[in-house]
T-cell receptor, first 115, second 112 residues
Framework: GAGVSQSPSNKVTEKGKDVELRCDPI?????LYWYRQSLGQGLEFLIY????????KSGLPSDRFSAERTGGSVSTLTIQRTQQEDSAVYLC?????????????FGPGTRLLVL | DAKTTQPTSMDCAEGRAANLPCNHSTISGNEYVYWYRQIHSQGPQYIIHGLKNNETNEMASLIITEDRKSSTLILPHATLRDTAVYYC?????????????FGQGTILTVHP
């Protein structure tokens, strides 16, 4: 079946512009996660959704970052007034539930470059 | 997540078995051990997981010690395409929180 998809695959933007990153999870997966990976660094957890609810937003780096999920499916990560330090690969993952015992399936990521 | 310790890097000859160790001495009785890998420029990929029994699937085998304080991921016949960063993760068991904490992992290089 179809895996997690993300769009766009690459995004180049100018400092100060807003960007939207999209994630389509595996059909039927209720849990959705966003991670960020800066060049040469490990994965940094950003936010998770159980259904359409995001109980913990403390992983978001700043208030310029926001995320939403509608219909228990597609999620959008929005970065307002982008800065150069926002340049990274943004990864989305989904799992059937959220218990810490569920395998997470990752998408290919969106490579964001802020000039 | 319970802390895990992995070697920074390992080498393996193509066709040979790759044995990747992981220490997780603070693991709790109901916490699983998960292994993921990340091939260059791709998202992480699930490999295998286990609780206390040894596990095997089409990708790898997982050997967990009896005291569960360490484990070894075995790629029985490594290929060049297995060159990747391998992460050993012990997620927090929770009904409300399932994030993965990725450490630095082990860089496995498979050479001809």
């Amino acid at each position: 079946g179809a895996g997690v998809s993300q769009s766009p695959s690459n995004k180049v933007t100018e400092k100060g512009k807003d960007v939207e990153l999209r994630c389509d999870p595996i059909s039927g997966h209720t849990a959705l996660y966003w991670y960020r990976q800066s060049l040469g660094q490990g994965l940094e957890f950003l936010i998770y959704f159980q259904g359409n609810s995001a109980p913990d937003k403390s992983g978001l780096p700043s208030d310029r970052f926001s995320a939403e999920r509608t219909g228990g499916s597609v999620s959008t990560l929005t970065i307002q007034r982008t800065q150069q330090e926002d340049s990274a690969v943004y990864l989305c993952a989904s799992s059937p539930r959220m218990t810490g015992r569920e395998t997470q399936y990752f998408g290919p990521g969106t490579r964001l470059l802020v000039l | 997540d319970a802390k895990t310790t992995q070697p920074t890097s390992m080498d393996c000859a193509e066709g040979r078995a790759a044995n990747l160790p992981c220490n997780h001495s603070t693991i709790s009785g109901n916490e699983y051990v998960y292994w993921y890998r990340q091939i260059h420029s791709q998202g992480p990929q699930y490999i295998i997981h286990g609780l206390k029994n040894n596990e095997t699937n089409e990708m790898a085998s997982l050997i967990i010690t009896e005291d569960r304080k360490s484990s070894t991921l075995i790629l029985p016949h490594a290929t060049l395409r297995d060159t990747a960063v391998y992460y050993c993760i012990v997620p927090v068991v929770s009904t409300s929180y399932g994030k993965l904490t990725f450490g630095q992992g082990t860089i496995l290089t498979v050479h001809p």
